[in-house]
């Protein structure tokens, strides 16, 4: 099953806008998951384009999000 974010409970969420998207990555207790769309102001909520796992394993986890400016976003986190 992909990643529900409004269901699954998520452990260190990171945000990071690429142009009008937003991508929302999150650890379920398990591999990071990441939800790639449009944020919507007027209701607070996320319009999911793309969802899926960062990684194929569970072995990278706990993601944090590294960007200056509008350079490229560096993806750092735990390798168990």
């Known amino acids: 099953p992909g990643p529900n974010p409004h269901k699954v409970p998520a452990e260190c ?3 990071v806008v690429f142009g009008e998207r937003w991508a929302l990555l999150y650890s379920p207790y398990a591999a990071i998951e990441c939800v790639v769309g449009r944020f919507d102001a007027a209701t607070n909520s ?4 793309w969802t899926g796992r960062l990684w194929a394993t569970d072995a990278f986890y706990a993601a944090n999000i ?3 400016g509008a350079g490229p ?3 750092l986190g735990w390798i168990r």
């Open 13 to 15: 969420p990171a945000v």
């Open 46 to 49: 996320l319009a999911p384009e």
């Open 66 to 68: 590294a960007r200056e």
């Open 73 to 75: 976003a560096v993806v």
